[in-house]
C-alpha cells in the first residue's frame, strides 16, 4: 500500500473505530484466570504508545515496531511499539508516546514531519496493569534511528499492508507459567506479533480496510 492512499484513509481517524479480528485477542484454555479478569479505572497505570506510519525509499507504507531486548525489564524479546508509562509532566497520551519514542528509537518528530492524528481504542494489559493509549500518527519522512540499546534489540519497518485484511493470522497455544493461552498473530521477520501490539494493528489494518 503506497503511503499517500494510508493517509487518505487514516486522516482524519473515523468517529467510530471499528474492531480488528477477534482472534486475535488471547484466550486462557487451562489454568488460572486472571484476577482482576475486567478493567479497573481505580487501579489502572496509563501509558502510550506510538503507533507511527510514514513511507519507505519507494513510498510505501510503514509502521514502527521496536523488538525488545531479551532479559529487559518490560515484555522481554517481544515485539511492541515504542512507548511506556505516563510522567506526570506529561500533558496528554499523545506526550508520553512521543516523549518514549525519544528515548527509545531517536525519533525526532519535527525533522520527520510528524502529525498526530488521534487515539485508537484503549487496551487493557491485565498482567502490568496498564491502560495503553495508541496515539496514531502519520510521519512524512522516514525517521533515521537511535536505538536506545538497554531496551531495544531491533527496530522492525514492516509494511502497513501486512496487517490490512486478509493478511494471515497465525493461531498459536503457548504455556505461560500455570496457563495455556492460544492466541492470533501475525508473523514478522522470524518473530511472532501477538498481544496488546498485535489488537492494535488489527485494528489499523481495519480502518484502511474499511
Excluded: N
Amino acid at each position: 500500500m503506497k503511503f499517500d492512499a494510508a493517509v487518505a484513509r487514516l486522516s482524519p481517524l473515523p468517529a467510530r473505530l471499528p474492531p480488528g479480528p477477534a482472534r486475535l485477542t488471547p484466550v486462557i484454555l487451562e489454568g488460572p484466570a486472571r484476577t482482576p479478569v475486567h478493567f479497573d479505572a481505580s487501579t489502572s497505570r496509563p501509558a502510550a504508545v506510538l503507533v507511527l506510519v510514514y513511507p519507505d525509499e519507494s513510498g510505501d507504507a510503514c509502521v514502527l515496531l521496536t523488538e525488545r531486548v531479551v532479559g529487559g525489564a518490560h515484555h522481554s524479546g517481544e515485539v511492541s511499539f515504542p512507548g511506556g508509562k505516563a510522567e506526570p509532566h506529561d500533558v496528554d497520551a499523545a506526550a508520553t508516546a512521543i516523549r518514549e519514542s525519544e528515548e527509545e528509537v531517536g525519533l525526532d518528530p519535527s525533522a520527520v514531519g510528524l502529525t498526530v492524528v488521534g487515539v485508537l481504542d484503549p487496551v487493557w494489559i491485565p498482567v502490568s496493569g496498564f491502560r495503553l493509549t495508541p496515539v496514531m500518527a502519520l510521519a512524512e519522512r522516514r525517521p533515521a534511528y537511535r536505538a536506545e540499546p538497554r531496551e531495544v534489540s531491533r527496530i522492525l519497518e514492516p509494511p502497513l499492508a501486512a496487517f490490512v485484511p486478509p493478511a494471515p493470522i497465525e493461531i498459536v497455544e503457548r504455556a505461560f507459567g500455570e496457563r495455556l493461552i492460544r492466541f492470533g498473530a501475525y508473523s514478522l521477520d522470524g518473530l511472532l506479533v501477538w498481544g496488546a501490539t498485535a489488537r492494535v494493528l488489527g485494528q489499523v489494518g481495519a480502518i484502511v480496510a474499511r
